[in-house]
């Protein structure tokens, strides 16, 4: 089970945290993808970090690479999405997804990578 959290509403250029918390899994080696879909747009791949232990490798989009930090903290079952310097365009419902990679340090935004989805959380950047 994924429980995604943290969203809120927030003014441009303000920040958000979201977080991602897993329970139940009995396989230990899950990548973590945060996508968002906009209101009248399709679901787009945001961020998604390894299930390595140490050095994770994380992936960015671009229109939120600079701007998000996604982290994980294995000891909580819990990954993070810090969102700073937000724009209108982040306004969305944020979803985080639990898949399995072969290689453990290595993850992409590829959708059909991953079988758990959250329920969502809606952040909504306005003035």
């Known amino acids: 089970q994924l429980q995604a959290s943290g969203g809120g509403s927030v003014q441009p250029g303000g920040s958000v945290r979201l977080s991602c918390a897993r329970s139940?899994?009995?396989?230990?080696?899950?990548?973590i993808g945060w996508f968002r879909q906009a209101p009248g747009k399709e679901r787009e791949g945001v961020s998604c970090?390894?299930?390595?232990?140490?050095?994770?490798?994380?992936y960015y989009g671009d229109s939120v690479k600079g701007r998000f930090t996604i982290s994980r903290d294995n000891v909580k079952n819990t990954v993070y999405l810090q969102m700073l310097s937000l724009k209108a365009e982040d306004t969305a419902v944020y979803y985080c997804?639990?898949?399995?990679?072969?290689?453990?340090?290595?993850?992409?935004?590829?959708?059909?990578?991953?079988?758990?989805w959250g329920q969502g959380t809606q952040v909504t950047v306005s003035s």
């Open positions: 997804a639990a898949g399995v990679f072969y290689d453990y340090n290595w993850c992409s935004v590829v959708e059909n990578n991953y079988a758990h």
């Open positions: 139940g899994f009995t396989e230990e080696h899950y990548a």
């Open positions: 970090i390894s299930s390595s232990i140490g050095d994770a490798y994380t």
